[in-house]
């Protein structure tokens, strides 16, 4: 089969190395790839975003005659790239724009969660600002305060006082600093936990979970500073016990794929269920319409069953028939980003030591680019280095042994994942 894999970072990297592995691929296409993907796959430069992209890969994948697309990111997802695809009848791997409304709109989202039962912080929507700035004032509680709509991970702000909290909500609706993503806001109840992502296939009608994953989002160690796309990640994750997977299996997971489904969203695809695991039980924070990211450079490696099967019981809608199976090692992914992120950087600088990797490691590359032969930094997070190995704190170790040979200027990394669980 030929394959097309839409997107750039490191999960795309991951998926493209996993893809890469199937006895049934022959070809792979990523658009637009980086420098770690063009070794495995044929670049092709679409930008996401780019006016007309969705048709320019749906003409991509004609003329190299793709048998099927996978789609790493959720904005190709919410503008409608797969109902794009199913219209020209090509075969593609993902939500249609009906369905992704669950991460698109967290209004949308938490009013799902309400109509369908499923256990979620309480939550108040508002189109006003001074009846949300009024609302917080009120209550004087810490709170969660949430964008609406689509803002690459940065439109959640955890408000400890009501004064984080006014300035979130000024930030997203008087600022606009997420543009119309910042035209509603969720305000909701501050959960205490420990987080967890579980991620699952989806045929539409049933779900397979795969095993649980951590994810680091704050840029220093002990969970201290800005949130970022992710800094690290390891699976699996403990705190998924197999007492917990079937309860967020039959109050979450079902409930939601059923309750698209009724509604007329049918969900095929990857479901990412974000999760706080507090003192009264799971609750979902957030859904994601897409893989994680790093989870999956976590995931993957560790991940048995060939990936093309899986991708092909979903769109049959047979994934009853399908049972995953996974390497009993652990993985740690520890994410290097350039200096300055997730603020202000520069991008252009050498990536020295890509040649040290040894096996059970893997340097999946998200913002890089070949230059002049040299791979050159190219966005803010720039390599995951994933490591396998025995148990968690090994593989953390051995992820850790990785990075000391990886060096570029400004580089920075957490030094804590998979070593403490923070909370
Ligand atoms: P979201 O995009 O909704 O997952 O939010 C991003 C991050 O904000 C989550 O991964 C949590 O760390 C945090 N967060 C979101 N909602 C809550 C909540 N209700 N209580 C505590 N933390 C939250
Ligand atoms: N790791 C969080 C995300 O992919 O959104």
Redesign the pocket.
Known sequence: MKLLVVGSGGREHALVWKLARSAKVEKIYAAPGNAGIEELAECLPVRIGAANYPADLSDLAVSKEVDLTLVGPEVPLADGIVDHFNSRELKIFGPGRAASAIEAS?VWAKDFMSRHQIP??A?QVFDDSEAAIKYVTERDVP??V?ADGLAA?K????AATVEAAIMAIKQAMVDKAFGRAGDKIVI?????GE?VSVLAFSDGETALLMEGAR?Y?RVFDQDRGP?TGGMGSYSPAPALTGELSGVIRTQMLIPTIKGLAKENRPYCGVLYL?L?ITKTGP?L??Y?IRFGDPETQALLPRLRTDMVTVMQACLEGNLGRIELEWHKESACCVVLASGGYPGHYETGKEIRGLDTQKEGVFFFHAGTKRDNGRVVTAGGRVLGVTALGPNRSEASSLAYQAVNKIAFEGMHYRRDIGRVVSS
């Open positions: 967290k979620t912080a939550y709170c969660v949430k991970g439109g959640v702000t955890v909701e109840e501050m959960l205490e987080e994810d989002k949130n974000g706080m609750r924070l957030e994601n």
